[in-house]
C-alpha cells in the first residue's frame, strides 16, 4: 500500500489442512487438520476420493501419529459409512500401502478431546482396475453392451427359438476380484410353451445336443384369427415308434389330429385350419435324438360354416372385410 511504511493491504494469507473435502483428480495428497502441526481435539473430518469408473485408489502413508486406540483413521473402499473397512490405524506405527477397488474412497479421521499429535500424511494415486471376466462367447445368444469393467453392465438376448435361464443384465461388482453380480445365463430350447410369434422355429430340448429322455413337452401356437399355422419339419432324427410329435388342429388334444410325427414319417410338412394348434414332443427312456421344425402364419380363405345366416368370413389380408 502507498505510504512511508510499507505495509500489504491484507495480512499474509496461511495455508491450512482442511477437515474433509471432496478430491477428483487422479493422484494427490490428503493432509490431517492442521499438519504438520498438531490437530485439534473433537473432529470428525470425512475426505473423499472420487475417480472415474474403473480406477481404484492406491493409498501410501508417509507421515502418521496419533493418540494411541482414541484418535484414529479409516480407510473405507466406497462413499458411504456402511462401506467396508479395508484400513484402521491408530499409534504411532506406520501404516502399510492400501489399495481401495471402487472408484469412490473415503478417508475417515477422528479425534477425541484429550491429546492432540500431528496427524497424517498420505498420498494417493489412482491405478486401473481389471474387467470382470468376458462373457463371450455366449452359446445360442448376444452381449450387448459397452464394456466389462467396474460399473458396467451387459445384456443378453436368446437367438429366436431359445430361452433365456438366469438373469438379463450383470453388472461388473467391484472387489479385489472382479465379476458379475449374478451367474452368466444360459440359452436353453424349453420344453414346451406358448408361443404367439407368426412364424420362427422350435427346436427339440437340448437343441443341437441330443434331446433328453423321458421328455413329455406340449406347445400351443396361436397366430390371428383367420390364419393357420404351416409346419415344415426340417430335421427329424429320432427313436422310431417310441419317440414322437403329435400335432392338434386345435388348443386342446380333443381336437382333430394333423399327423403323429417320427423319424420314419413320410409326411414332413402340415397345415392347420385353425389359428391355434397343439403340439406334443414325447420321448422314452432310450436313444434321444434331435428334430427343427419352423411355422409360419398362413392366411386361410373363407369357408362356408353352414346356413346363409351363419357364413362368416374374417377380413382378407389387404383389410377388406368379406
Known amino acids: 500500500m502507498p505510504g512511508t511504511v510499507r505495509r500489504w493491504n491484507y495480512p499474509p494469507p496461511l495455508c491450512i489442512a482442511q477437515c474433509g473435502g471432496t478430491?477428483?483428480?487422479?493422484?494427490?495428497?490428503?493432509?490431517?487438520?492442521?499438519?504438520?502441526?498438531?490437530?485439534?481435539?473433537?473432529?470428525?473430518?470425512?475426505?473423499?476420493?472420487?475417480?472415474?469408473?474403473?480406477?481404484?485408489?492406491?493409498?501410501?502413508?508417509?507421515?502418521?501419529?496419533?493418540?494411541?486406540?482414541h484418535d484414529f483413521i479409516e480407510i473405507r473402499n466406497g462413499p458411504y459409512e456402511t462401506s467396508h473397512v479395508i484400513g484402521k490405524f491408530s499409534g504411532?506405527?506406520?501404516?502399510?500401502s492400501l489399495l481401495s477397488t471402487s472408484h469412490e474412497t473415503t478417508v475417515y479421521f477422528h479425534s477425541d478431546h484429550s491429546q492432540n499429535r500431528p496427524g497424517f500424511k498420505l498420498e494417493y494415486q489412482a491405478y486401473e482396475l481389471q474387467e470382470c471376466p468376458d462373457?463371450?462367447?455366449?452359446?445360442?445368444?448376444?452381449v450387448r453392451g459397452a464394456g466389462y469393467n467396474v460399473g458396467q453392465s451387459?445384456?443378453?438376448?436368446?437367438?429366436?427359438?431359445?430361452?433365456?435361464?438366469?438373469?438379463?443384465?450383470?453388472?461388473?461388482?467391484?472387489?479385489?476380484?472382479?465379476?458379475?453380480?449374478?451367474?452368466?445365463?444360459?440359452?436353453?430350447?424349453?420344453?414346451?410353451?406358448?408361443?404367439?410369434?407368426?412364424?420362427?422355429?422350435?427346436?427339440?430340448?437340448?437343441?443341437?445336443?441330443p434331446y433328453p429322455n423321458s421328455q413329455d413337452c406340449?406347445?400351443?401356437?396361436?397366430?390371428?384369427?383367420?390364419?393357420?399355422i404351416h409346419f415344415n419339419f426340417s430335421l427329424l432324427q429320432m427313436?422310431?415308434?417310441n419317440d414322437f410329435i403329435t400335432i392338434?388342429?386345435?388348443?386342446?388334444?380333443?381336437?382333430?389330429q394333423l399327423g403323429v410325427f417320427t423319424r420314419s414319417s413320410a409326411k414332413k410338412i402340415t397345415q392347420s385350419s385353425s389359428n391355434q394348434v397343439l403340439l406334443k414332443f414325447h420321448s422314452d427312456a432310450a436313444v434321444g435324438g434331435i428334430f427343427v421344425i419352423?411355422?409360419?402364419?398362413?392366411?386361410?380363405?373363407?369357408?362356408?360354416?353352414?346356413?346363409?345366416?351363419?357364413?362368416?368370413?374374417y377380413e382378407d389380408q389387404m383389410g377388406k372385410s368379406l
Open 154 to 209: 451387459v445384456t443378453f438376448e436368446c437367438l429366436p427359438g431359445y430361452q433365456l435361464i438366469g438373469h438379463p443384465v450383470l453388472t461388473c461388482l467391484h472387489g479385489t476380484n472382479r465379476n458379475w453380480d449374478h451367474p452368466l445365463p444360459r440359452c436353453e430350447v424349453p420344453c414346451g410353451g406358448n408361443i404367439t410369434l407368426y412364424n420362427g422355429t422350435v427346436y427339440s430340448p437340448g437343441f443341437p445336443n
Open 218 to 228: 406340449t406347445w400351443l401356437f396361436t397366430v390371428p384369427p383367420g390364419h393357420g
Open 294 to 313: 419352423a411355422f409360419s402364419g398362413q392366411y386361410l380363405p373363407c369357408v362356408w360354416t353352414g346356413l346363409l345366416t351363419s357364413l362368416h368370413c
Open 239 to 241: 427313436e422310431p415308434d
Open 135 to 142: 462373457p463371450e462367447p455366449f452359446a445360442n445368444g448376444i
Open 92 to 96: 504411532n506405527d506406520l501404516p502399510g
Open 248 to 256: 392338434w388342429d386345435g388348443p386342446q388334444q380333443t381336437a382333430p
Open 23 to 69: 478430491v477428483e483428480e487422479m493422484e494427490g495428497v490428503i493432509l490431517s487438520p492442521g499438519f504438520p502441526g498438531n490437530y485439534p481435539s473433537n473432529m470428525d473430518c470425512s475426505w473423499r476420493i472420487t475417480l472415474p469408473v474403473g480406477f481404484g485408489a492406491h493409498i501410501q502413508f508417509l507421515n502418521f501419529s496419533s493418540e494411541p486406540n
